[in-house]
């Protein structure tokens, strides 16, 4: 039964890997992550909005917002933007894949009694995933970003907020 279905997707993705990308994608994900400094496993949301211009090269905007962490303390609130590129390998199967550069902004709070307001933050991100188009208005898409930022308080000294991402979800073709 695996067996059919796999080789069901396979043939599908075979199907549609001739057709071209489409001009502007969006996408709602699911986004777990862990912040590397603090040891922390965080959850949230994200978007993303990509513009496909011409060849293999595309323009792409992400947003993120924290929704829930593993553990308590530490950060509090934690919203993210992201303006850069991506190159894009070639379809095989349905499947292509991509990697990408963007910087960003970042605005964030930490749980403390000292510190209570939301701080800006310059952020940059790497990142590399794959979309799999399935049908003509759809597809889904997986991907790792490192983000790298520190969130500076004038007494305390900086925090470091670089956290590894995987984001999956659906979007549409626009």
């Known amino acids: 039964m695996v ?5 069901l997707a396979l043939s599908c993705g075979a199907l549609s890997a001739a057709d071209a990308r489409p001009t502007v994608r969006a996408l709602l994900t699911l986004t777990p992550g862990y912040l590397t400094a603090q ?39 934690n919203y993210q933007g992201f303006l850069g590129i991506a190159y894009n390998f070639e ?14 902004f970042g605005l964030a709070q930490t749980e403390s009694a000292a510190y209570s307001n939301l701080r800006l933050m310059p952020v940059f991100s790497p990142f590399a995933g794959v979309n799999y188009f399935s049908e003509a208005f759809f597809h889904f898409t997986l991907n790792i970003r490192y983000v790298y930022g520190e969130l500076l308080y004038p007494s305390a000294g900086s925090v470091s907020m670089s956290e590894i991402r995987l984001s999956f979800g659906l979007g549409v073709h626009l």
């Not at 067996?3 to 080789?7: N, Y």
């Not at 293999?56 to 905007?61: E, K, V, Y």
């Open 3 to 7: 067996k059919r279905i796999l080789i």
């Open 39 to 77: 040891k922390t496993t965080t959850y949230g949301v994200g978007g993303e909005l990509e513009y496909f211009p011409a060849g293999n090269i595309s323009l792409r905007s992400d947003a993120y917002a924290l929704v829930g962490k593993a553990e308590t303390g530490g950060l509090k609130q």
């Open 91 to 104: 379809k095989l199967w349905g499947l292509s894949p991509f990697v990408g550069f963007q910087p960003g």
